[in-house]
């Protein structure tokens, strides 16, 4: 399984970017995947993840500002990502939790928040 982020970058508070995740090495079209981030000196946190229906869960500090999607055709899961804050700031990374007993990665898009 392969997953590689990207999309981040350097961002005034209030802006917006939208990660991209592409993925290979496994039937995307029939598996949940997520987004997270992992800011310094914390652990990394669920931002948002989607069914292979379509059906998204978010973490109660994104309050409406991200949306998680994906396209099955280009095997690609996106995170538009409005209305930053700079406790946003964080890497972030695709991943695909509990996949034949293991968990999967991509290797992080940082994003930063300037306030």
């Known amino acids: 399984v392969q997953l590689q982020a990207s999309g981040g970058g350097l961002v005034q508070a209030g802006g917006s970017l939208r990660l991209s995740c592409d993925a290979s090495g496994i039937n995307f079209r029939i598996n949940r995947f997520g987004w997270y981030r992992q800011a310094p000196g914390k652990q990394r946190e669920l931002v948002a993840d989607i069914s292979s229906s379509g059906s998204t869960n978010y973490a109660d500090f994104v309050e409406g500002r991200f949306t998680i999607s994906r396209d099955n055709v280009r095997r690609t899961l996106y995170l538009q990502m409005n209305s930053l804050k700079a406790e946003d700031t964080a890497v972030y990374y695709c991943?695909?939790?509990?996949?034949?007993?293991?968990?999967?990665w991509g290797q992080g898009t940082q994003v930063t928040v300037s306030s």
């Open positions: 991943g695909i939790e509990h996949y034949r007993g293991q968990d999967f």
